[in-house]
């Protein structure tokens, strides 16, 4: 697709994160390519992200993160006007399903990505794979951000799947630690083990205190992770349940909550501790990777093909290996060398804005073909 004054629209739900950023960097990207662009999605996204900010214009539409009924009917009503664009790209599993019903009988193209697994069971469970087959069957690409996502659409008939490529935005340090991050520093010896989630049930943070509760004062024999400390930039629904826990058995884990100097705490810390039950291609391990910090990550997703070698991977939910890649980092300073160096190599190597633009032109330009 050349690049020109083609209507593109953007279609998500609700996000406080990565797939927020990441839809701004696309739709930025392609209004100074000399595109027109709408994105259409819940009004807080506009709130956090500011689209028309980036020159984009802004539709608010009720996509809300739970299936319900009658808000679902409204988004799919008020996604019709999007049926003029040359390509749709909803991002998500519920954005895309609604946007594949509401352009249902037209010949408006339709990209989906999906950035997450559906993991929720019961009935939840059960809409989830209903969600699946038709963005499955009436996408014309989905692009996926891990393997096994791939191999689930292909497996629920999904003719054209591609990996997505999601960069993480440039940061910027700002060389100045928060007051209460250098409080826990002490004078400066301390090791930091940081953490970058929501406070939700897929990032698997309970592993972490159960590492944590095992490398605390008197805990455990190896003498750097005595003194180390576990700090979660973050913020969600679990935060009340973790920091009952953390008080309890006072645990070295410190919730700072969402931070925008994520930078800055990578560049003090050891490691980034990524105990998730499932990642795609995780913004803020790319960003460790870029800041050349090791990553100690469960091995989910789309996590081992990004990381490489440039950190220690280990089975979701398995305390003692993940505790044991902790003491490691923490006791061999020519391995914690090592990987911070192969971090920034594999950092260098991954795709940036320009390519993720030039990625989604291609696969817009060959809807045409496709249908």
Known sequence: MADSDTRLAF???????????????????????????????????????GFGRLGARFVPVPISDRPRLRGDLRAVRALRALRGAHAVHAHGLRAGALAALALTGTRTGLVVTLHNAATAGGAIGAVYGILERIVARRADRILVVSPD????????????VEAAVVPAPALVPSGRLPEEVRAELGTGDRPVLLTIARLAQQKGLEVLL??????GPGRGPAEPAVRAVFLVAGDGPLREELQGRIDRENLPVRLLGNREDVVDLLGVARALLVPSRWEGQPLNVQEALRAGTPVIATAVGGIPSMVGEAGLLVPYGDVAAMREAVGRVLA????????AEA???RGGELPGQEQALDAVLAVYGGISRVR
């Open 149 to 160: 996502l791939g191999e689930r659409m292909a497996g629920l008939g999904a003719g054209y």
């Open 332 to 339: 061999d300073d020519d391995l914690a060398r090592a990987l």
């Open 11 to 49: 279609v998500l739900g609700t996000s406080t994160g990565g797939v927020g950023r990441h839809v701004a960097m696309l739709a930025g990207g392609l209004v100074r390519r000399g595109h027109q662009v709408v994105v259409a999605g819940p009004p807080d996204t506009e709130e956090a992200f």
């Open 210 to 215: 159960d590492v944590a509760a095992t490398l």
């Open 343 to 345: 971090a920034a190599r």
